[in-house]
């Protein structure tokens, strides 16, 4: 079955530390990434993607995140993280099946402390 | 550019009754996509609408229906409101299917 997994409901970190935080799926079809990050009482806005090419993606405000097919992962990374991170991220996939629909992971809350 | 407008904001609604939500895409986008999310959760895929047509659905049931307008706006309705179906409703639009840009929704909460 198809499904986006992301383990860690919450990730606490101080500013100005390195982050990761995980998402993996499952798949028997190729498939293109998203990671969404949304603030209290926003929609949701797109950090990055990946449809084709390098697996390194670099998206906005220093995001990044690795494809990495074997391991059916799409981990998003950002060196040193800023108060104005704290906020809910979401991994998002689209199983390219001819469905098209994007299929969300359940969130994770990264709070950043001072 | 405007981006992706959802109206309204909020609304309080009661069991039994119907409700309209109402999205304008994106300029130049022509796929308005629908997304439930309860508080706490992920979004969930409603359904799809291009060229005036629903395209794809999501795992909800009839109560839920669109419509896509000549000027690519969309409508959701939700008839029979119940409790359950209180949550942030997500438009997005897209110029395909792949990169899709998000309203700020409408937040539908049922009494």
């Known amino acids: 079955a198809q499904s986006v997994t992301q383990l860690d409901s919450q990730v606490p970190v101080f500013e100005e530390a390195p982050v990761e935080l995980r998402c993996n799926y499952s798949?028997?079809?190729?498939?293109?990434l998203f990671w969404y990050v949304q603030y209290p009482n926003q929609g949701l806005q797109l950090l990055l993607k990946?449809?084709?090419?390098?697996?390194l993606v670099k998206g906005i405000n220093g995001f990044e995140a690795e494809f990495n097919k074997s391991q059916t992962s799409f981990h998003l990374r950002k060196p040193s993280v800023h108060i104005s991170d704290t906020a809910e991220y979401f991994c998002?996939?689209?199983?390219?099946?001819?469905?098209?629909?994007?299929?969300f992971g359940t969130g994770t809350r990264l709070q950043v402390f001072p | 550019d405007a981006g992706v407008t959802q109206s309204p904001t909020h609304l309080i609604k009661t069991r039994g009754q119907q409700v309209t939500l109402r999205c304008s895409p994106k300029s130049g986008h022509d796929t308005v996509s629908w997304y439930q999310q309860a508080l706490g959760q992920g979004p969930q895929f409603i359904f799809q609408?291009?060229?005036?047509?629903?395209?794809q659905r999501g795992n909800f049931p009839d109560r839920f229906s669109g419509h896509q307008f000549p000027n690519y706006s969309s409508e959701l309705n939700v008839n029979a409101l119940l409790l359950g179906d209180s949550a942030l409703y997500l438009c997005?639009?897209?110029?395909?299917?792949?990169?899709?840009?998000f309203g700020p929704g409408t937040r539908l909460t049922v009494t």
């Open positions: 798949s028997s079809v190729s498939v293109y």
């Open positions: 609408y291009y060229e005036e047509e629903e395209r």
């Open positions: 998002a996939v689209i199983f390219l099946d001819n469905t098209d629909k994007l299929i």
């Open positions: 997005a639009s897209s110029r395909d299917s792949y990169e899709q840009y």
């Open positions: 990946y449809l084709s090419g390098s697996t």
